[in-house]
């Protein structure tokens, strides 16, 4: 649980935990987020990462349920290929529940076969 207001907090070490446990010297992160995390936290969602000296690399995705199709995941494929995220890395998704739904399936999707 975070304490409202402070998950970007650069004292706060949650949303860096939350990308897991990475080896010395990996300093970049991926994160899926709505248009309306990117509008709102953009800015301090970049701060904290770099601040922390990790290099984030962000797809942002309408939020909406109509934007539940398969060209949403399509766009996260493709950024995460672009990315070139390990198969068992994790990534961090921030948004809504349609957000965490097309995430959930392009992370169900990436490397498998």
Known sequence: MVAHGTLFD???SQLLDATGVHPEGYNTRFA???TEVEALYGDKLHSYFEHKGIELTVCVVNGGEADK???AVD???DDLCAYKLRRREPFL???GGCVLDIAGMAACLYRRG
Request: hydrophobic content about 45%; glycine content about 6%.
């Open 10 to 12: 650069t004292v706060n």
């Open 32 to 34: 899926v987020v709505d």
């Open 69 to 71: 199709r398969s060209e």
């Open 75 to 77: 766009k996260i494929l």
């Open 93 to 95: 998704a921030i948004g």
